[in-house]
């Protein structure tokens, strides 16, 4: 059972969007997880940070016991400060886990939090 999420400012344009979801099924049902795209055009206006707020919340009121990012690109440093200042820690590094278009192999974060 999953759910999304559109975050538009007052004139209706859509500014980004977040999925939230079980990460696993079955015995590990208790832990969250989510995506996130924002539109780069609104990038540094606060919306991820909406979004992620409004994640948390959710994962919190369904009951879940914590939430786990399973990639997180090492070089979207961004991101990555976003989500430590959510509370957010990197668990592991998975060494060249993602292609990037320009960067070439680069790492993909494991981040998790508690609830």
Do not use: C
Not at 49 to 73: D, K, P, S
Not at 89 to 97: H, S, V
Not at 110 to 115: C, E, G, K, S
């Amino acid at each position: 059972p999953g759910r999304t999420v559109v975050a538009v400012d007052d004139s209706g344009t859509v500014l980004g969007t977040a999925k939230m979801n079980p990460n696993h099924m079955g015995g590990a049902s208790h832990i969250a997880s989510a995506s996130f795209m924002v539109d780069p055009q609104y990038a540094g206006r606060g919306v991820g940070r909406a979004l992620g707020e409004h994640v948390l919340a959710w994962a919190r009121a369904e009951g879940y016991r914590a939430m786990q990012f399973n990639a997180v690109v090492e070089t979207n440093t961004g991101a990555v400060a976003l989500w430590e200042s959510l509370g957010f820690q990197i668990m592991t590094t998975l060494p060249e886990g993602f292609l990037h278009p320009t960067k070439g192999y680069v790492g993909l974060h494991i981040m998790y939090q508690q609830l």
